[in-house]
C-alpha cells in the first residue's frame, strides 16, 4: 500500500499581490477536494478529475468559467486526463459549452477507443454520455470581456513579443500581469495503489485565434502520467512545450536515484535553454516523491497526505 497524496498548481505567471490570496485559497480548496477522494479509497485518476474541476469552477484562474476570451470574444477551453497505471487518456479541445472539461475528458478516457475530440464533435461525446451542454456566455465573465476590449485595442496577439516577429504591441520582457498570465491549472496524485495520474486544463491565451490549441490537452506536452516514470502537468507559454514536448521529457528523467524536487528545476532551466520558454511544472513519482518549478515570478500550488497540507504562491525552495 502506498501513502497517497496529491499535488495541484494553479497557474505561474507575475500573480498581482492582490490576488496571492485568492489563487492560495483556489488551489488549497482543489487540493482538498482531491484528498478527499483519495482517502476515501479512490483512483488518482479520480483524486485530480476532482481536483481540476474544483479549479475549472473558480473564476480566479484560467481555465473554465472566467477563462480569457479569443479572438472572436468567446471561451475555447481544452483539457486532459491520464492514468499512468494504463497509459489511457482522455482529452478535448477548443470546447466551448462544456462547464468542466476535465470531466469530459475522463469520460473520453473511460468511454472512447480515441484520445482526443475537438471542437463540436468533443462536445457532442460528451453530451451523448450524460453531460450537459451550456451556453458559451455562461463562461464569461465581465471582467475577461474588458481585458479582451483592452487587448483589442492594443492589438495584442496573445503571443510574447519574442515570438511575433515583431508584430506584437508589447515588449519582449513585459511583465504586465494583465497580458502575461497564465493561469492552467492541473494536478498530479498518488493514491493507496500505488496508482499515478495527472489532469490539465486551460481556457489558453488572451485573444488567441479561435481554434488554437495549447500543449495543455496534449498528451506529453501538457500533461503525462505513466507508473514507470512520473506525473507530470505544466503551465505557461504552451508553443515551446510542444516542440519539446515537455510533460513528458521531465516524466521521463524522474528515476530511483533522479527524484522530481532535482528533474522539476532542470526541467524549467531546459525549457528555458532550448527555446526561452516560461512557464511551470509539478512533478510525482509512485514513491511520492514530489517536485515543482518555474521561471515566472509566481506560481500558484498546494499538496496535500495524510500528515500535511501545504501551499502557497511561490516556490518553497
Keep these: 500500500m502506498s501513502e497517497p497524496i496529491?499535488?495541484?498548481h494553479g497557474g505561474a505567471w507575475a500573480i498581482p499581490d492582490d490576488a496571492c490570496q485568492a489563487h492560495q485559497q483556489g488551489v488549497e480548496m482543489a487540493a482538498d477536494a482531491g484528498w478527499h477522494a483519495?482517502?476515501?479509497?479512490?483512483?488518482s485518476l479520480q483524486a485530480v478529475e476532482e481536483a481540476v474541476a474544483v479549479l475549472e469552477d473558480n473564476d480566479t484562474f484560467d481555465s473554465g468559467r472566467g477563462a480569457f476570451l479569443n479572438r472572436d470574444g468567446r471561451v475555447q477551453l481544452d483539457a486532459l486526463i491520464m492514468d499512468g497505471a494504463t497509459l489511457k487518456a482522455g482529452g478535448v479541445g477548443c470546447v466551448e459549452r462544456l462547464r468542466n472539461p476535465?470531466?469530459?475528458?475522463?469520460?473520453v478516457l473511460e468511454k472512447s477507443p480515441h484520445i482526443y475530440f475537438v471542437a463540436e464533435g468533443a462536445e457532442r461525446f460528451a453530451s451523448e454520455h450524460g453531460i450537459p451542454l451550456i451556453d458559451n456566455s455562461e463562461l464569461v465573465l465581465p471582467r475577461e470581456v474588458e481585458r479582451w476590449k483592452n487587448a483589442a485595442e492594443q492589438r495584442y496577439l496573445s503571443v510574447p513579443a519574442e515570438f511575433a516577429g515583431g508584430l506584437a504591441e508589447l515588449e519582449a520582457d513585459d511583465q504586465s500581469p494583465q497580458f502575461d498570465s497564465h493561469d492552467t491549472v492541473g494536478a498530479v496524485a498518488l493514491d493507496a495503489k500505488g496508482n499515478i495520474a495527472a489532469a490539465t486544463s486551460t481556457g489558453g491565451t488572451?485573444?488567441?485565434?479561435?481554434?488554437?490549441?495549447?500543449?495543455?490537452?496534449?498528451?506529453?506536452c501538457g500533461c503525462y502520467a505513466d507508473n514507470e516514470s512520473a506525473a507530470a502537468s505544466t503551465t505557461?507559454?504552451?508553443?515551446?512545450?510542444?516542440?519539446?514536448?515537455?510533460?513528458?521529457?521531465?516524466?521521463d528523467r524522474v528515476s530511483p536515484d533522479?527524484?522530481?524536487?532535482?528533474?522539476?528545476?532542470?526541467?524549467?532551466?531546459?525549457?528555458?535553454?532550448?527555446?526561452?520558454?516560461h512557464g511551470g511544472i509539478i512533478l510525482l513519482d509512485r514513491r511520492g516523491r514530489i517536485g515543482m518549478a518555474h521561471n515566472t515570478p509566481r506560481m500558484a500550488w498546494a499538496w496535500r497526505n495524510n500528515a500535511q497540507h501545504k501551499s502557497g504562491v511561490r516556490y518553497p525552495g
Excluded at 483519495?38 to 483512483?43: D, E, H, P, R, V
Design 206 to 220: 488572451l485573444n488567441k485565434a479561435p481554434g488554437r490549441v495549447g500543449d495543455s490537452s496534449l498528451i506529453g
Design 236 to 251: 505557461g507559454w504552451g508553443e515551446p512545450m510542444m516542440k519539446l514536448v515537455f510533460a513528458k521529457w521531465a516524466a
Design 102 to 107: 476535465v470531466r469530459a475528458a475522463r469520460v
Design 38 to 43: 483519495l482517502a476515501k479509497g479512490a483512483s
Design 6 to 8: 496529491i499535488l495541484v
Design 258 to 277: 533522479m527524484p522530481p524536487e532535482l528533474v522539476a528545476p532542470a526541467s524549467i532551466e531546459y525549457l528555458h535553454r532550448r527555446l526561452n520558454g
